[in-house]
Each structure stands twice: as structure tokens, then as C-alpha cells.
């Protein structure tokens, strides 16, 4: 993401976000920090949700299995 992905993001000007990185590091890291739990947060949602269509699937497989006994 670029600078100005991030200041597009954060709903504020491209020069305020590197004056943040620049006279502020503390609150550019916390952004940054905070920018990467919320992606790992949502790829963790969609790995559970992989699993659970993978499960769904597999246990569709298994009645499948069964019926055609």
C-alpha cells in the first residue's frame, strides 16, 4: 500500500501522513501496526471460513458415501 493508499485510507492528506512518519514515529507505527492486525484479522476470517466449507464439504462427501451403500 502506498502512502497515498494510506492517507486515502485514513481519510487525511498525504503530507500530514509523512509529517506523522517524520515528527511523530510513535503514531505512524501504531497506524502501520494497527493497518496489519486488521489484514491479519480478516485473513484469519477467511481461513475459518475455508475450513468451514471445507467441512461442510467433507461431511457431504461422507453422506454421500453412505447413501450409496
Known sequence: ????DLAGRLDINVKTLRKWKKDRPKVY???MIGLQAE????NFKENCLDLERLSQSQDSAVLE????S
Open 39 to 42: 489484514s491479519i484479522v480478516l
Open 65 to 68: 458415501t453412505k447413501d450409496n
Open 1 to 4: 500500500m502506498t502512502q497515498r
Open 29 to 31: 507505527k501504531l497506524l
